[in-house]
DNA sequence: ACATTAATTGGTCATTTAGCCAAATAGTTT
DNA sequence: AAACTATTTGGCTAAATGACCAATTAATGT
C-alpha cells in the first residue's frame, strides 16, 4: 500500500533523520554517538531512531549497555542521489500563473 | 544544505502527494486530472501541488485554463526502488530491547 | 460585458509532529 | 545490592500540517 511507502519517506523526511540516515551509511552507531552528532536531547533522538525503526528504514541491536543502529538497506545512496539533483536542481521554484 | 534535501522528502511524503508524482511519470496531468485521481478537494490538491513545486519536484506549464505539472526530474524510479525495498523489507518492526 | 471553467488563496479547525524534561527500565560494575 | 550508564517512555507545549469551504483570479466562450 501506498501509506507504508509514504511511511518510509517520512521517516527520512526531517534534517536530523536525514543526518542519521546518512551517518549510518558508514557503518553502525549507537544512541549517544547519534545524540551528539544530531547535537539534540537524547530522548529526541531515540524518539527519532524508534519511528525510523518502526517505518522500516532503522535495524537495531543492543549490546551490553549500547544499543546499535543500521541501515535496513544499502540503497539509500540511490535515494540521495535522485533527492540531490531534485534539491540542487535550478531555480526551479518559478511558478507557471 | 541538508534543509533543502529534507524538503524534497518531506514534498512526496504524503500518499496523495506519492500518488501524484507516480502518476506524473506517465507525463503531465493537470489538477483537475490530479483532482480525480487523489479524490480530495481541489483546493487541497492545489496546495499539495504548490507545495512540491516549491519543493523543486514539479514544474508547471499554463495552457490555455489549464495547468499542467510535470515531474521536474526523471529520477523517481529509482528513488521508489529503494523505498519499495525499505517497504516491503521484511518484519522489521522487531524492537531489540 | 457576462457567464463559465480551472486553479489558487485565505480562513478556520482538528490532528500530528518535534522538542524538552522528568521518570522508568535494563545492563554493568563495584 | 547499590551506584552508574545508556536508552526508552510518558507528559506537556508550541508549531506545523492537512483538510474543507468560501472567495478570488485568470482565461475562454457567448
Redesign the pocket.
Known amino acids: 500500500m501506498s501509506n507504508k511507502r509514504a511511511g518510509v519517506i517520512?521517516a527520512l523526511?526531517?534534517?536530523?533523520?536525514l543526518l542519521i540516515a546518512e551517518s549510518l551509511m558508514n557503518g553502525e552507531l549507537?544512541?549517544?554517538?547519534?545524540?551528539d552528532l544530531?547535537?539534540?536531547?537524547?530522548?529526541?533522538?531515540?524518539?527519532?531512531?524508534?519511528?525510523m525503526?518502526e517505518a522500516g528504514v532503522l535495524n537495531?541491536e543492543?549490546?551490553?549497555?549500547?544499543?546499535?543502529?543500521t541501515l535496513a538497506c544499502d540503497c539509500l545512496g540511490e535515494f540521495l542521489r535522485c533527492v540531490d539533483k531534485l534539491a540542487t536542481g535550478g531555480t526551479k521554484t518559478k511558478?507557471?500563473?
Do not use: E, F, Q
Open positions: 517520512k523526511a526531517h534534517p536530523s533523520r549507537c544512541v549517544c554517538d547519534l545524540k544530531v547535537g539534540a536531547d537524547m530522548s529526541t533522538v531515540s524518539k527519532h531512531l524508534t519511528l525503526r537495531c543492543k549490546r551490553g549497555l549500547n544499543i546499535y543502529y511558478r507557471c500563473c
